[in-house]
């Protein structure tokens, strides 16, 4: 072939800094503050029953603040049903309303010390799924 030039050094890895690389957790994420479950679950523990939508619009403006990317609602609420799946949230009517019942979810409080579940819900999703 002619005008091919191979490149002079290839890249490592997926073309990470080392200090990027430095910053990632366990799981070959990122580090965060705190992962969206773990926020998720502090939300919810310090402000009681909530919407998903409600969590997203608290999340997102959680993440500008932090300059860390916000994630679209699709992921988010993807990610919440894991949480759901796990049993580690669980769905709740909201009574008070006189219109159609509001979805509210609040933390299962019998799983708040499954700190594995919480760190990676996917794992741990996916290893049950297997059973």
């Given at each position: 072939m002619t005008g091919y030039e191979p490149p002079k050094k290839a890249k490592q890895g997926r073309g990470f800094s080392?200090?990027?690389i430095k910053d990632r957790d366990d799981f070959g994420g990122f580090q965060r503050e705190k992962r969206t479950s773990e926020w998720i679950r502090d939300f919810l523990r310090e402000y009681g029953p909530c919407g998903k939508e409600e969590l997203y619009e608290e999340y997102s403006k959680w993440c500008q603040e932090k300059g860390y990317k916000v994630p679209k609602y699709e992921s988010f609420s993807s990610y919440f049903s894991v949480l759901c799946s796990l049993n580690l949230i669980e769905f709740v009517t909201d009574a008070s309303s006189d219109e159609e019942p509001?979805?509210?979810?609040?933390?299962?409080?019998?799983?708040?010390d499954e700190e594995k579940k919480w760190k990676w819900p996917h794992g741990k999703y996916y290893e049950e799924d297997q059973d």
């Open positions: 080392s200090e990027e509001k979805k509210v979810y609040q933390v299962n409080s019998d799983k708040l």
